[in-house]
């Protein structure tokens, strides 16, 4: 399927509903246009379970040049990495290595670096690591994800909020066992809701990432209640889905940063759009169909 979907061409053209393009160049001139609703953005170079050493080295120059190409260009656009991306499969000290790298040229240019968060079986390691950089690196250069289908995240939020960190709040992507995950997803919903509260309430600034309009509309209304200001998190969203509710956000004062992913590798990414919102398959199809 891989190898069919990634050298048929219509397919290939689908690919722009969810990415940005195939080089930094394309992505930039995106994140430009969503600068210009008002919204920032988190730069993702796509490649995921990298296992040749030399990739991931390929991987740090990318980052390194994205960062250098935020300043040149004046956009407003911060940088979301994955572990995997930089050797985790391979050999946790090489990714710890590769990621303290662009963690480094981040804070030399005052940006930003959020780690992703991906499967449960790389978790514990992947805050091991986030808590290395996090040493070094302050509260207002690296930040970490959590997802609110995984059983432990209310004690990871505790644990975190004590360094503290800054933390992006998703649901979580991956297709995990009931062991780890909660396999309902009103208990997904209802812990998103809980972490939403205590992150919130932390006086750390946060990313609310969803499209959820439920879980939008139970931030907006406890940062009201408690008198949060709109300045004191942002909600985020990712390139090509609720483009209206990105802008509507905007327009009404709140903060929101747009998730543009980009790169040749994007197959694992646009799957996991496509099994989170069946319709996606039909409107790709249909599209794929038109010519
Ligand atoms: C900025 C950002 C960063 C993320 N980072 C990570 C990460 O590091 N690790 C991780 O595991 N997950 C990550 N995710 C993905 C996240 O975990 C969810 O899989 C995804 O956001 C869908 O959940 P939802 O909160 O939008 O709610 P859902 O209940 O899945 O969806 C609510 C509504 O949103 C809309 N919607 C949701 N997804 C789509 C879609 N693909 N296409 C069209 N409409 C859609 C639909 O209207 C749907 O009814 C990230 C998401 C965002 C927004």
Redesign the pocket.
Known sequence: MKDFATKFRPFKRMTTR?VAGEDIAQAVESIREINKTGASA?FDHLNEGVTRAEETEAEVREYKQILARIDESGIDSNV?IKLTQFGLAIDPELCYRNARAVVEEAARRGNFVRV???ESAVTQVTIDIFRRLRAEFDLNTVGI?L?SYLKRTAGDVQDLLKIPARI?L?????NEPPEVAFPE?RDV?AN?VAQMRVLLSSGVYH?I?????R?IAATVDYSQRQGIAKEAFEF???YG??RDLQIQLAREGYRM?V?VPYGKSWYPYFM???A??P??VWFILKNMFKG
């Open positions: 969810f988190s979301s992703d968060m991906e994800v997802q992006r998703c649901k979580g992507a991956y997803k919903d998103y990313g990432a969803t499209h959820d309009e879980m985020q969203m990712l889905v609720r940063r998730y996991r759009r496509l989170e919102r319709a996606n």
